[in-house]
């Protein structure tokens, strides 16, 4: 297990999970904001996507009383994008995440989810910023990452090809608490 917090546990993705994934993107609530509508998975897919002995993320599954519930990946920004996005040579994460099954929406544990990672990259991967890029029109993420200590750095116009069309991003970060001195 990568994270504990209570009733929450974040474990690396294994080879069992693929149906998992399967079923959750090819859900369309979930598909509204994580790959698009017009673009379901099926296993093979699935195991095209995310199961390349190459990747640099770290893909992950989110249990929550025992039950997979979620997905969770976490990757190292490369130079072109910490350049794109402003920064310079700190140790910044990205993030992406997504509860799949949707009775486990609206309950607080996205919250749970968001923080805890945020948490473990700055303590355990020494992460200066863990960063995110939301559509603009995710007003539920938006609150959950704010809630969790994101902050808005700035609006990406057409950052984003989602069904179709371009979509406004906000770049979100959140930072590494200073030392006191």
């Keep these: 297990m990568l994270v504990t917090n209570g009733a929450l546990v974040i474990r690396k993705l294994q080879k ?7 079923k959750w993107l090819s859900d369309p609530a979930v598909l509204e ?19 390349q002995p190459d990747d640099v993320e770290m893909k992950c599954i989110v249990e929550y009383e025992g039950k997979a519930i979620g997905y969770i ?10 350049r794109v996005y402003g920064y310079g040579d700190e140790n910044i994460f990205g993030m992406d995440q997504f509860i799949g099954e949707s009775s486990y929406w609206n309950r607080g544990i996205g919250t749970v989810l968001v ?21 603009a029109g995710n007003a539920r993420a938006l609150r959950c990452y704010e809630k969790c200590g994101f902050k808005k750095v700035r609006l990406l116009p057409k950052h984003e090809l989602h069904e179709g069309v371009h979509r406004d991003c ?11 001195v």
């Design 115 to 135: 923080s805890a990672m945020a948490d473990y990259l700055t303590r355990e991967k020494n992460a200066d910023r863990v960063v995110m890029d939301p559509q």
């Design 16 to 22: 069992g999970d693929a149906s998992l994934l399967a």
């Design 33 to 51: 904001y994580y790959e698009g509508r017009d673009n379901p998975f099926d296993l093979a897919k699935v195991l095209d996507v995310f199961y």
């Design 73 to 82: 990946q976490y990757y190292g920004l490369g130079v072109e994008t910490r």
């Design 170 to 180: 906000w770049l979100i970060e959140y930072r590494k608490a200073q030392a006191p």
